[in-house]
């Protein structure tokens, strides 16, 4: 037991109960994880700080494992045209995130940063007309409507993923005074 890696084994466990969940983050807990792993919830906040920072390193570690997988498809189809490779590649990391929307989920958590907007279509299928700003810990502020009173929200909410349509960072380093 004493050669477990108990920091590995808390992201394996804490990937397939986010894919068990369908990609809700919410409903996984840290206590759900450390049971899975068969430790204290100690060790979780211990190897990771915070539930979000075992997300984020979990989405990392997914992505890394897809880039590898992709990468070695790209090696099994060099004898035909670069267009048809392209689209193979394509085809098969969209059909990565259409069977794990866990990973979406986590990706995207991994990429917003604290001031980032976040863009939603609420009346509409094709523009932006509601926005918020992250946060963190996968929190935004959002009025929802004018008149109404400025709430925080959950971006893992089904209605806020159903109509999420992107983020952008205005302030980065360089841009702050």
């Not at 108990?6 to 992201?11: F, T, V």
């Not at 204290?40 to 190897?47: A, D, F, I, R, S």
């Not at 502020?141 to 008149?147: A, L, V, Y």
Request: charged fraction near 30%; hydrophobic fraction near 40%.
């Amino acid at each position: 037991m004493a050669n477990r890696d108990i920091k590995s084994e808390l992201m394996e466990h804490t990937i397939r109960l986010v894919d068990q969940a369908g990609g809700d983050v919410e409903r996984v807990t840290i206590r759900d994880i450390a049971a899975a792993a068969g430790v204290g919830v100690g060790l979780v906040n211990y190897h990771f700080g915070s539930k979000e920072e075992l997300l984020h390193c979990c989405a990392r570690q997914v992505v890394q494992r897809q880039n590898k997988q992709l990468g070695r498809l790209a090696g099994e189809v060099q004898g035909e045209t670069a267009w048809e490779c392209l689209e193979g590649l394509a085809r098969r990391y969209c059909d990565l995130l259409t069977e794990r929307p866990g990973l979406v989920r986590m990706s995207l958590l991994d990429d917003l940063r604290r001031g980032d907007l976040l863009f939603f279509h609420i009346h509409s299928r094709e523009i932006a007309d509601h926005m918020g700003v992250y946060l963190g810990d996968g929190q935004f502020i959002e009025s929802p409507r004018t008149g109404e009173t400025i709430r925080v929200s959950r971006l893992a909410e089904p209605f806020w993923q159903d109509h999420f349509l992107g983020a952008r960072r205005i302030l980065t380093e360089e841009t702050i005074l």
